[in-house]
């Protein structure tokens, strides 16, 4: 029995405001979907961008494949995304035209076996957003703290 892969990515909920989500396959090579299955990835630090009318995970960190010898893949390179071609021009078109950004949220392995990538549209948010976002957490632990006394 295989253990689930479910790679996140924490600060994306605390930088970015989520507007919409998608799931997307990636074009992976051999020693890559391994090396995932090891859980020895990062999407931190990752974002995606369109080249043409394809869309690309960039800065999204696959380590090597410690078996392999000959055929390892590099760390970082640019993945392809796979997503059907209305969900690409309506991402295309939000991307141009509000200034939004396509921001890796979970990495994981389907029932099937096969990798896929949660993306979301997402706007940034400000100083004073992030602020809020704090305050509200905190007065949530202050409440469970207080019911939890009772």
Do not use: W
Request: with cysteine.
């Amino acid at each position: 029995m295989q253990k689930t892969i479910n790679i996140l990515n924490k600060r994306a909920k605390f930088d970015y405001e989520i507007l919409d989500r998608y799931t997307a396959g990636i074009v992976l090579t051999g020693t890559e979907i391994k090396s995932i299955r090891l859980g020895k990835a990062n999407i931190a630090e990752s974002f995606c961008e369109f080249q043409e009318h394809e869309l690309f995970a960039v800065n999204m960190q696959i380590e090597e494949y410690a078996y392999s010898k000959h055929f390892n893949h590099k760390a970082k390179t640019e993945r392809k995304l796979l997503l059907n071609k209305k969900e690409l021009k309506k991402l295309l078109k939000d991307v141009q035209n509000k200034g939004l950004t396509i921001i890796p949220l979970r990495l994981f392995i389907n029932e099937k076996g096969l990798a896929k990538l949660d993306i979301a549209l997402c706007k940034g948010k400000k100083n004073y957003d992030k602020r809020e976002t704090i305050k509200d957490r905190e007065n949530k632990i202050n409440i469970d703290r207080l019911k939890k006394v009772y």
